[in-house]
């Protein structure tokens, strides 16, 4: 059983660090899984900055908000993929992830005459958007390469139908 650790308003963060976020309407709504591509950064930090987008993996629909936390936190969400999510969400990751992001809401406030504030990640260095796997031609450090589908080393299967855990 899998505990929600942080939540606000509709996204949450699970006890293992992976963010969800529900979406649709109060009474017909859904889980999306989540996908942060910068490292070191609050829950607080990664809402505010807009640091994370949508993976395509989405649950049955719900018919409250808390109808679809209280599955979460029992294992009861049958997941799948929704290619056109994961799409908007790379598109997402490519644009937020440049180094002088700023989300239009801070925009806004510094034209107004707010405090330009700096982004958390300034200073540290950049994480890279891709992971540091070997490309798909190396067979160095990749699992499976029986000749069978490769798999990312630090990437949990699951089954479209299992509960995640």
């Known amino acids: 059983m899998v505990r929600i650790r942080q939540r606000q308003g509709r996204h949450f963060m699970d006890e293992e660090g992976r963010m969800f976020w529900i979406n ?36 049955q629909r ?46 806004l406030a510094e034209a107004s005459g707010r405090a330009v504030r700096p982004a958390p990640w300034s200073g540290r260095t950049s994480t890279p958007l891709s992971c540091p796997v070997p490309l798909m031609n190396s067979k160095v450090g990749l699992v499976g390469d029986s000749g069978g589908e490769l798999t990312h080393p630090r990437r949990r299967r699951r089954s479209l139908r299992e509960p995640v855990h």
Not at 27 to 35: A, G
Request: aromatic share 14%.
């Open 24 to 59: 649709g309407p109060e009474n017909f709504c859904y889980l999306s899984e989540q996908r942060q591509w910068r490292c070191g950064l609050s829950f607080q930090e990664v809402l505010e900055w807009k640091q994370c987008a949508p993976s395509g993996l989405v649950s």
């Open 62 to 107: 719900f018919s409250s908000l808390q109808a679809a936390c209280e599955a979460f936190e029992h294992n009861q969400i049958f997941w799948s993929h929704d290619l056109y999510l994961r799409r908007m969400g790379d598109q997402m990751a490519l644009h937020r992830s440049a180094d002088d992001y700023r989300p239009t809401v801070m925009k």
